[in-house]
T-cell receptor, first 113, second 111 residues
C-alpha cells in the first residue's frame, strides 16, 4: 500500500512549456484533489474529482487541466507554464467513509523560469 | 463558498508550555474540521479531526474544540516539545465537499 504517489518530485520548466504532474493512489479513494502551496498562502485548491469521469474547478484553476479516467490516477496538466505557477503541488485523496481527511502525496516542487 | 481564517500566523512557545491555534469558518453547513501538521519540506499530515456532532476531541497531548454557534474551532497542544515545531493548518468542509484550508500557523517551540 503506497498511499498517494506523485511524480516527479522536482521539475524546472521554461515559460511556455507544458507538462503533466502525475498522481496515483492505491487506496481505492473516490475523492482526489490538487493543491498548490505558496509561502504564506496555505493550500489552495486547483481542481478536484469525486470519482472517475467527474472533475470540477477549485479556487485557482486557470492554466491547469485535469482528467480522471480511472479511480487510481488524477494527472494535472500545465498548458503553457508561467513563472506565477512556480509552487509546490500536492495531490491528495480521501474515501467516502472512515477517516474523511485527505492523505497527501509527497509533493512536486515546480520552478518556471 | 467556505472561508476559513486562522490565527495566529506565527506562535512561539517555551518547551513545556501550551499552544493554542484558532480558526473561524463562514459556512454553517460545514461539519468536518481536520487539523494538519506540516514539517519543513514534508507533506501535510492529518493529526486530529472533529465532526460537528462533537464538541471536543482529545488524543494524548493534542485536543480540538468546536463551537458551532460561534463558528470557530481550536487546536490545543499541551506540554509542547521541540518536535511540535511545524506549520499547522486547519480546514473546514461538508462531509462530501471541498476542503477550505486556513493560511497556516508556524509554531516554534524553544527549549
Amino acid at each position: 500500500n503506497a498511499g498517494v504517489t506523485q511524480t516527479p518530485k522536482f521539475q524546472v520548466l521554461k515559460t511556455g512549456q507544458s507538462m503533466t504532474l502525475q498522481c496515483a493512489q492505491d487506496m481505492n479513494h473516490e475523492y482526489m484533489s490538487w493543491y498548490r502551496q505558496d509561502p504564506g498562502m496555505g493550500l489552495r485548491l486547483i481542481h478536484y474529482s469525486v470519482g472517475a469521469g467527474i472533475t470540477d474547478q477549485g479556487e485557482v484553476p486557470n492554466g491547469y487541466n485535469v482528467s480522471r479516467s480511472t479511480t487510481e490516477d488524477f494527472p494535472l496538466r500545465l498548458l503553457s507554464a508561467a513563472p506565477s505557477q512556480t509552487s509546490v503541488y500536492f495531490c491528495a485523496s480521501r474515501g467516502r467513509s472512515g477517516v474523511y481527511g485527505y492523505t497527501f502525496g509527497s509533493g512536486t516542487r515546480l520552478t518556471v523560469v | 463558498g467556505e472561508n476559513v481564517e486562522q490565527h495566529p500566523s506565527t506562535l512561539s512557545v517555551q518547551e513545556g508550555d501550551s499552544a493554542v491555534i484558532k480558526c473561524t469558518y463562514s459556512d454553517s453547513a460545514s461539519n468536518y474540521f481536520p487539523w494538519y501538521k506540516q514539517e519543513l519540506g514534508k507533506r501535510p499530515q492529518l493529526i486530529i479531526d472533529i465532526r460537528s456532532n462533537v464538541g471536543e476531541k482529545k488524543d494524548q497531548r493534542i485536543a480540538v474544540t468546536l463551537n458551532k454557534t460561534a463558528k470557530h474551532f481550536s487546536l490545543h497542544i499541551t506540554e509542547t516539545q521541540p518536535e511540535d515545531s511545524a506549520v499547522y493548518f486547519c480546514a473546514a468542509s461538508t462531509s462530501w465537499g471541498k476542503f477550505q484550508f486556513g493560511a497556516g500557523t508556524q509554531v516554534v517551540v524553544t527549549p
